[in-house]
């Protein structure tokens, strides 16, 4: 629904909508001559844009929502904007609009819209912690850990509007019942409930449920310390029967799986013809002046759902047996004098944009192992196979964590697999574009792992 009702923001929503309308349809007025022209246009864009808006949660944004999850929905909204005014004008081809005046018109709309809505984040913000407006009542029930730094989120945070009002101990030595605490929420008219889900008894759970769902409280739980909790869970239902699976991938969803493809393909173009193309014979050349053998190394390693595939790099190394099997190390006496700038620089690594254009690769993604190395990781590392469920990557979150090169100890693996599964769980466009630009930084810097 486009109004949704409750006690805080009900208008907040029809509002945003609003100003965006706005701001679409009167910036496009000035390529109309003809009214009826631009009715026919207000009411193609307005209801697209609305349809839209619901299919991707353009305006699910809440006081806890980050400012780069708005940027990255205003991306996602801005790219199907942008194709929808360009298949109107191309149906109305008689208003002979020029292709770059309709282009900069859409960014102009996308740039306000983007201004009007991190103005209305940021007014929020301030109005809650100014002028006490839009504040949210709440308490916490259990006292451990995690309740603990959820009261410190509270205090330290005033800008979000939570007033918390109470804590309640269901289980040390001043231990309220659970009845108490319902008394109390009724009696102080609580706005939400936050209750930790290893302090309460099942019984004490639905007690606590229905309570809520009976008196229109808002009621939400923290997980305990069981791993299962701590996982980004997704809710689906096979007919009326409700499923969790163990994690939520974003870049299997088809829209977010075109964006990334999109840029894969679109970046991959721009290095093999902008830069291999002239690149490859002048490297080529100096890599078989030094030393006899191949210009491009290939090796095999493990992709998507470990299915193998041939990365291809510069070689950098002396033709050797133990290439497939060793990685290399500090001062390898197996680099060449070329391998060594080429490796610094990470210029190495440029013929993957050609595994990234195949398909084999992304640009960004976690980075794939040789095989011996992969078996060898995936009996010894917990989780090292769930990299597996995405294409590998030219570069990665873990890389430019401080976590590339050369593995020398297993909290070094370790801390690479928890890097690659954050970003597999929390994958995000402006995220690549942070990756990609940190790798460039990196490389025009020079990486003290690089070697």
Not at 275 to 298: A, C, D, M, N, R
Request: glycine share 6%.
């Amino acid at each position: 629904m486009i109004f949704k009702t409750g006690r805080y923001s009900g208008f907040l929503r029809p509002i945003s909508y609003i100003i965006d309308l706005l701001i679409i349809n009167s910036l496009a007025y000035q390529f109309f001559e003809s009214n009826f022209l631009f009715l026919n246009y207000v009411l193609f864009v307005s209801i697209a844009w609305v349809v839209m808006s619901l299919r991707s949660s353009f305006y699910e944004i809440y006081r806890f929502t980050r400012l780069t999850n708005i940027l990255s929905l205003i991306g996602k909204q801005g790219i199907l904007f942008i194709l929808l005014v360009f298949a109107f004008f191309g149906f109305y081809r008689e208003l002979e609009v020029a292709p770059m005046a309709i282009f900069r018109y859409t960014l102009i709309v996308i740039l306000y819209i983007t201004i009007a809505k991190v103005a209305i984040y940021y007014l929020l913000k301030k109005y809650r912690l100014l002028l006490k407006g839009n504040l949210r009542r709440v308490v916490i029930v259990g006292l451990n850990q995690k309740t603990d730094q959820l009261r410190k989120f509270f205090e330290d945070n005033p800008e979000y509007g939570y007033l918390l009002q109470q804590t309640f101990d269901v289980r040390g030595p001043n231990a309220v019942s659970i009845e108490e605490c319902l008394e109390y929420i009724e009696a102080n008219n609580i706005d939400e409930v936050y209750s930790s889900v290893g302090e309460l008894s099942n019984e004490h759970l639905t007690q606590l449920i229905d309570y809520a769902d009976n008196n229109l409280k808002i009621l939400k739980f923290l997980p305990d310390n069981k791993e299962i909790y701590s996982k980004r869970l997704d809710f689906t239902y096979y007919g009326y029967l409700p499923i969790l699976s163990m994690r939520k991938i974003p870049i299997e969803e088809p829209f977010n799986k075109f964006i990334k493809r999109g840029f894969d393909i679109g970046l991959s173009l721009i290095i093999i013809v902008g830069i291999l193309s002239w690149l490859t014979p002048l490297l080529g050349l100096i890599i078989k002046l030094e030393s006899k053998g191949p210009v491009f190394f290939k090796q095999k390693r493990n992709g998507l759902d470990y299915k193998e595939f041939y990365c291809y790099k510069f070689r950098s190394m002396r033709p050797n047996p133990m290439a497939h099997l060793h990685q290399v190390r500090k001062d390898d006496p197996r680099i060449t004098r070329i391998g060594r700038i080429i490796r610094k620089t990470s210029i190495d690594e440029l013929p993957q944009f050609i595994n990234v254009l195949k398909g084999e690769m992304s640009v960004v993604g976690p980075r794939p192992h040789m095989v011996s190395h992969t078996h060898m990781y995936a009996e010894r590392v917990d989780k090292f196979m769930v990299r597996h469920f995405i294409k590998p990557g030219i570069t990665g979150l873990a890389q430019v964590s401080g976590f590339r090169g050369e593995v020398e100890d297993e909290n070094h693996i370790i801390n690479r697999v928890k890097y690659d599964i954050f970003y597999l769980e929390n994958w995000s466009l402006l995220l690549d574009l942070k990756i990609v630009s940190q790798t460039i930084y990196n490389a025009l810097r020079g990486e003290e792992r690089a070697y």
